[in-house]
Nanobody
Framework: AQLVESGGGLVQPGGSLRLSCAAS????????MRWYRQAPGKEHELVAF????????GYADSVKGRFTISRDDAKNTVYLQMNILRPEDTAMYYC?????????WGQGTQVTVSS
């Protein structure tokens, strides 16, 4: 079982990116899905989550109104749409799946926001 992120890259401030997290070996429909990020010298930060029970989503205050998490259970993929990107959004972004004690992490995708 694994998670594979993609879609990161270099973008100018104010730009957009869409990250994807493709799961294999398990079905995300049974899992709560999250996006985390970690910038150099900073702690791991929860960016957004999506529950598998009632579709509830939530966001860190720093990204609220700019980022949107979504999931396509049929494609076994979770997305993070990131708009109005800021230099402080620069980080490695990780996908995470959790069902009780079972947890999976992706390898991360780098997002760099710079002019």
């Amino acid at each position: 079982a694994q998670l594979v992120e993609s879609g990161g890259g270099l973008v100018q401030p104010g730009g957009s990116l869409r990250l994807s997290c493709a799961a294999s070996g398990f079905g995300i429909s049974s899992y709560g899905m999250r996006w985390y990020r970690q910038a150099p010298g900073k702690e791991h930060e929860l960016v957004a989550f999506s529950t598998n029970t009632d579709g509830t989503t939530g966001y860190a205050d720093s990204v609220k109104g700019r980022f949107t998490i979504s999931r396509d259970d049929a494609k076994n993929t979770v997305y993070l749409q990131m708009n109005i990107l800021r230099p402080e959004d620069t980080a490695m972004y990780y996908c995470h799946a959790r069902d009780g004690p079972t947890r999976y992490w992706g390898q991360g995708t780098q997002v760099t926001v710079s002019s």
